[in-house]
Nanobody, 125 residues
C-alpha cells in the first residue's frame, strides 16, 4: 500500500526558507518519479517540482529558489524552499507516479496519482 506523509510546513516571512519532507512507503521509492505540488485557496493544484532518473524539473516560478531531492536510503522526498514569497503560500502535496491512473496529473513525463495529505506553508509579507 502506497503511503506518503508530508511534514515540515509552517509560517515564514517573505524572504525566508522552509524545508518540507515526505516519508514514502509501500513502493520502490528510489525508482519512482516523485513530485511536489501545491494548491492555494481557490486555485487549482499545480506542479512545483519533480525528480526522476533523468533529473529534476521545476515550474518557472520557483526555478533558482526551490530544490527537490530525495534520500533513497530513508525513502524521504524533500523540497528546500528559499526566498519565499507570499504567492508561494499554499498546501504542499507529495506525489508519486501512478501510470495510466485516470485521475492523475501530468508533469513532464510523469503521471502522478498517489498523494499525501498535504502540509501548509504560509508566507507573510
Amino acid at each position: 500500500q502506497v503511503q506518503l506523509a508530508e511534514s515540515g510546513g509552517g509560517s515564514v516571512q517573505a524572504g525566508g526558507s522552509v524545508r518540507i519532507s515526505c516519508a514514502a512507503s509501500g513502493f520502490d521509492f528510489s525508482h519512482t518519479c516523485m513530485a511536489w505540488f501545491r494548491q492555494a485557496p481557490g486555485k487549482e493544484r499545480e506542479a512545483v517540482a519533480s525528480i526522476d532518473a533523468d533529473g529534476t524539473r521545476y515550474t518557472d516560478s520557483v526555478k533558482g529558489r526551490f530544490t527537490i531531492y530525495r534520500d533513497s536510503v530513508e525513502d524521504i522526498l524533500y523540497l528546500q524552499m528559499m526566498e519565499l514569497q507570499p504567492e508561494d503560500t499554499g498546501t504542499y502535496y507529495c506525489a508519486a507516479d501512478r501510470d495510466q491512473w485516470p485521475g492523475g496529473i501530468w508533469f513532464g513525463l510523469c503521471h502522478f496519482g498517489y498523494w499525501g495529505q498535504g502540509t501548509q506553508v504560509t508566507v507573510s509579507s
